[in-house]
């Protein structure tokens, strides 16, 4: 071995597969919203869960170690609970619940990233696709248990990086919003609870208005928040003075990108403003590895899809008409990207 070396960085990542598929699987069992604010023994969270008793000390002390469970005392005694971020994060009783989006990786992307090299030799899709022949969206509309924990999974996702959105972002001079893509309508609530002046419609597929209108009502805001149905790609937007793309713009290729871009321009009124929320790649493309994962995984997703940088959108949305661009960093690894008409 080469002085000076250490492989400590490429067994982790080599094997980055068996942390992952602890926490998916402790996600997929509802590991963290069984044991809620509780305190429990092995034997009791492993009875709970309806574990093989050979798993429950390997498995909860792996949690442990991870740092996704805290645990009082060892061996018969010890007693684990949720640590602080997974209590807050992980318990689907609470508001903040994140796990949509790893009940998804569980259920759909983790055997999907198997085929990685396959799509990186071939440039095609590997997810419902290759194996069903419809297209990824076709296949999640068409069943509305599974379309249901996809979009979950988005508001999950999604919830900090809207929630930094609408504090960050001064949305005093616009009198109006539209979320295009607005999914189970998560921006727009927040929007509203936020910003009392502001006029916010939820814009997306008539698969999917009825459940944003029920979330909605939910929360007491069916009367804040206007929901309309339509499709993006071959409708004007609705007339407003922001739009707002979360987790949109990435799911096409160049040519869908400037038809949705080009499409926003014509929505917007003078002054306007054009935000997208992305994973934003950093300009030098050496820094936000989640964004760039994030990017192959429109890769296996699309096939022709793909993540892009701040200069990106830029240079995008100035050859549409856009007279000013700016980002704003929201959390971890994501971004607004906004542009003024």
């Known amino acids: 071995m080469s002085a000076g070396c250490d492989p400590t960085k490429i067994l982790e990542t080599g094997f980055g597969f068996w942390p992952s598929q602890v926490l998916l699987s402790a996600v997929s069992l509802g590991l963290f919203t069984e044991l809620g604010d509780e305190t429990l023994t092995a034997r009791a969270l492993g009875e709970r869960l309806k574990l093989n008793e050979r798993a429950w000390v390997d498995f909860f002390d792996t949690l442990v170690a991870l740092g996704l469970l805290e645990r009082a005392g060892r061996g ?3 007693r684990y609970s949720n640590s602080r971020e997974t209590a807050a994060f992980m318990d689907k009783t609470r508001p903040e619940y994140l796990g949509g989006i790893l009940e998804m990786a569980h259920d759909r992307l983790y055997p999907f990233w198997a085929d990685l090299t396959e799509a990186l030799q071939t440039g095609r899709p590997q997810n419902e696709i290759k194996h069903t022949g419809k297209p990824v969206f076709e296949e999640l509309y ?13 508001a999950g996702i999604s919830r900090g990086n809207y929630a930094a959105l609408v504090e960050k972002f001064d949305f005093s001079p616009y009198r109006s919003l539209c979320d295009i893509g607005g999914a189970t309508g998560l921006l727009c609530a927040l929007a509203a609870q936020r910003h009392g002046h502001l006029a916010c419609t939820s814009f997306d597929l008539p698969a999917v208005t009825p459940l944003a209108a029920r979330k909605l009502e939910t929360l007491g805001l069916k ?3 206007k929901v309309v149905s339509g499709d993006f790609l071959k409708e004007p937007l609705p007339k407003t003075d922001v739009i707002v793309m979360g ?32 994973n934003l790649i950093d300009n030098e493309r050496r820094e936000n590895a989640f964004g760039m994962m994030m990017s192959l995984n429109m890769l296996i997703e699309f096939g022709d899809a793909f993540d892009f940088t701040g200069e990106d959108f830029a240079g995008w949305c100035r050859s549409a008409g856009f007279r000013k661009i700016e980002t704003l960093h929201l959390n971890g690894p994501c971004s607004a990207a906004i542009a003024y008409k």
């Open 223 to 225: 009367d804040r928040v």
């Open 142 to 154: 068409s069943d509305p248990k599974r379309l249901e924990q996809f979009l979950e999974a988005m």
């Open 247 to 278: 987790m949109i713009l990435h799911d096409w290729n160049l040519d869908g990108k400037m038809h949705l871009i080009r499409a926003a321009h014509a929505a917007l009124p003078d002054n306007g403003a054009f935000i997208v929320v992305e």
């Open 76 to 78: 018969d005694d010890a």
